[in-house]
């Protein structure tokens, strides 16, 4: 399993934003998917954003409550991914974690096996 690390978390008021940062180790990066999910408390763990590299280009996905609002992204040779969250809301309120699953092709993995510890993010109305 690859090792990761999340950071960026924190208490922002509605309207800002926020990046996170996700960094992983001991494998190639670009043959992984990597992916954001969320959980609330009293609520399941959402998708909200996944990106894959190979092969190119470079293809990512979101949650359907994104609406624009996030931007998935990641720099290979720093071996991170970010997520750029702009226009945040009170509900949008959770632990953010990073997740990885090896994989390359042109569909989405159907499981991520690899997670992080999870950073807080805290929108304040």
């Known amino acids: 399993q690859v090792q990761l690390v999340e950071s960026g978390g924190g208490l922002v008021q509605a309207g800002g934003s926020l990046r996170l940062s996700c960094t992983a180790s001991g494998r190639t990066f670009s043959n992984y998917a990597m992916g954001w999910f969320r959980q609330a408390p009293g609520k399941e763990r959402e998708f909200v954003a996944g990106?894959?590299?190979?092969?190119?280009?470079?293809?990512?996905w979101y949650g359907d409550f994104v609406k624009g609002r996030f931007t998935i992204s990641g720099d290979n040779a720093k071996n991170t991914v970010y997520l750029q969250m702009d226009s945040l809301q009170p509900e949008d309120t959770a632990v953010y974690y990073c997740?990885?699953?090896?994989?390359?092709?042109?569909?989405?993995?159907?499981?991520?096996?690899?997670w992080g510890q999870g950073t807080q993010v805290t929108v304040s109305s």
């Open positions: 990106i894959v590299w190979t092969p190119t280009p470079t293809r990512t």
């Open positions: 997740a990885a699953e090896p994989y390359t092709g042109w569909g989405r993995p159907a499981r991520f096996g690899s």
